[in-house]
C-alpha cells in the first residue's frame, strides 16, 4: 500500500501533535537562561555538503522556534563541534558534554562515526538525538539497549523501499542485475537487502556484476568498466557521498545507462550535483524523509524550502529534515514533561516523555518508538528531468511510513525482512 502523506497525517494523534505546534505551550515556570544543545555535523570532506544542510535547518529551526517562545520558555542557543573521525568526534563530544554542559547533543551522519559515540553518551548519561547512521550493525552491536541515544530510522528503509519500487515499476524487466555500492556496512546492507526483496517477489535474476569502491573514490572508470563489460539491465546502487555525482557522470559518459534502468534509493543527499545532462529519467530516486517538491507539502515544509532556496540557491535534502525532526522531538518532550511536573524536567522525564510524542517535522509527521528509534515518512519515485531545475525531480511520488520499512523493536532485521508484510 502506497501512503499519501495526507493519509499519515490522519493516523496521528492531535494530542501528540499539539506539544510541538508553537504557540500551544509557554509554561509558567520559564527561565532566562538557555537550553544549550550541543550540535555535531561535518563541515567539510566527503559529507561536508549533508552536514552543511543539516546545519542550516536547525539554525533555521532555533530561530523559528525562539521566537515563540523557545522550549518551555527558555530560548535555545546551538553550540556547534565538527564532524570528523570517530575518535576525534568522540573528544568534542565529550568536551560538548563535560565542558560546555549542554543539555542535549544532536547530530552525526555517519555510521562509523555514530557507533563510536554512542555508546560514550551512554557511558556519561548525556542525551544523545542523532541525525542519521542508524545501520543494523549498529543497532545490535553498539547500542542495542540505549537509555540515553535516539536514532535515526534504520538507514536500510531507504533500500527496502527502492527495492520494492524497483519490483512494482520494472519487476518483469529485471534479469541482469548489477550492484555498485558503498565498501562499509550500509552498502553492503543495503545491497542484500535488494537482492532478498527481489528473491521474495518471486523476481527471477541473475546477478552480473559487484563492485565495491571505497567512499570517496573519485575515479570509478575501472568499476563503471567492470559493470558495462556485464551488460546488466539493472543497477542497483546506494552510493550516497560525492562520489555518487561523479559515478553518474563518469557512467553517462561512458554509455553505461543506455538500455539499463536503475534504482539510486540515496540519491537525494547529492540532489543539487545530479546535473540534467548526464542523468538519465525514469529512474528509482530517493529522497530519504524530506522531498523538497512534494506536491501536498505542510506549510511548515513549504516556508523551510521557500526560505532555503531563496537563501542558499539550492534545494535542500533529507538532513534538513532529520535536523528539524531531532530539535522538534527534544522540545515536544521536554515541554510534555514539563507541563505534568509543573517545574524544568529532569533529564530522566524528558528521556521517558519524548517517545510520547509524534511531532510535525520538514518531511512529514514523526516520532520516536519506545525503543528510541524514529519513524518518519520516506519518499520515493520514477525521476524526471522535465521540470525548471538543472536537476531531476519526481515524475511519480511514493510515499511509505517507516512502519512498513523497518523491523519492529526487538526484531532481528534479517528475519524480519524474511517474514514481514512488506507494502507492495
Known amino acids: 500500500m502506497t501512503l499519501s502523506r495526507r493519509s499519515v497525517l490522519r493516523g496521528i494523534g492531535a494530542a501528540g501533535l499539539a506539544a510541538s505546534m508553537p504557540g500551544i505551550y509557554a509554561p509558567a515556570i520559564a527561565q532566562s537562561k538557555p537550553v544549550r544543545i550541543g550540535i555535531l555535523a561535518p563541515r567539510s570532506g566527503a559529507m561536508g555538503t549533508v552536514g552543511e544542510c543539516g546545519i542550516r535547518a536547525v539554525q533555521w529551526a532555533a530561530d523559528r522556534m525562539n521566537k515563540d517562545g523557545g522550549i518551555a520558555g527558555r530560548p535555545i542557543e546551538l553550540v556547534f563541534e565538527e564532524e570528523t573521525s570517530p575518535k576525534d568526534t568522540i573528544e568534542r563530544f565529550r568536551r560538548l558534554v563535560l565542558q560546555e554542559k549542554v543539555d542535549c547533543v544532536q547530530g552525526l551522519i555517519s555510521t562509523g562515526v555514530s557507533m563510536g559515540v554512542a555508546p560514550v553518551a551512554e557511558e556519561e548519561q548525556a542525551l544523545l538525538i542523532m541525525w542519521d547512521g542508524t545501520t543494523q550493525d549498529g543497532v545490535k552491536e553498539a547500542m542495542p539497549n540505549a537509555r540515553y541515544v535516539f536514532r535515526s530510522t534504520d538507514n536500510e528503509c ?29 552498502g553492503r546492507n543495503n545491497w542484500e537487502a535488494f537482492r532478498q526483496i527481489l528473491t521474495r517477489a518471486g523476481v527471477e535474476f541473475e546477478v552480473v556484476a559487484e563492485q565495491w569502491p571505497k567512499v570517496g573514490t573519485m575515479d570509478l572508470t575501472s568499476h563503471i568498466a567492470a559493470l558495462k563489460a556485464a551488460k546488466p539491465d539493472f543497477i542497483f546502487s546506494s552510493m550516497l557521498f560525492a562520489d555518487l555525482p561523479v559515478f553518474m557522470k563518469q557512467g553517462s559518459a561512458a554509455g553505461l545507462f543506455e538500455g539499463v534502468n536503475l534504482a539510486l534509493p540515496a540519491a537525494g543527499w547529492q540532489l543539487n550535483q545530479l546535473k540534467k545532462s548526464f542523468m538519465p529519467e525514469n529512474i528509482i530516486f530517493g529522497h530519504n524523509t524530506l522531498y523538497f517538491a512534494l506536491p501536498d507539502a505542510s506549510a511548515l515544509q513549504k516556508a523551510f524550502v521557500d526560505d532555503y532556496m531563496d537563501r542558499y540557491k539550492e534545494a535542500p535534502h533529507w538532513e534538513a529534515d532529520r535536523a528539524y525532526f531531532a530539535l522538534a522531538a527534544y522540545k515536544a518532550g521536554t515541554e510534555a514533561a514539563a507541563k505534568a511536573t509543573g517545574r524544568w524536567p529532569k533529564l530522566d522525564e524528558i528521556i521517558d516523555s519524548i517517545p510520547k510524542q509524534e511531532v510535525q517535522s520538514l518531511g512529514g509527521p514523526g516520532r520516536f518508538r519506545t525503543d528510541k528509534i524514529a519513524e518518519q515518512v520516506f ?46
Open 158 to 186: 531507504e533500500a527496502v523501499m527502492a527495492s520494492l519500487l524497483s519490483v512494482k515499476y520494472f519487476g518483469n524487466k529485471i534479469k541482469r542485475v548489477a550492484g555498485i555500492n558503498p565498501d562499509y556496512s550500509y
Open 379 to 424: 519518499y520515493q519515485g520514477l525521476s524526471t528531468n522535465d521540470n525548471k531545475f538543472d536537476f531531476p525531480t519526481l515524475r511519480t511520488v511514493n510515499a511509505y511510513s517507516a512502519e512498513q520499512l523497518q523491523k519492529p523493536p526487538g526484531m532481528d532485521f534479517w528475519v524480519w525482512l524474511k517474514t514481514a508484510k512488506l507494502p507492495v
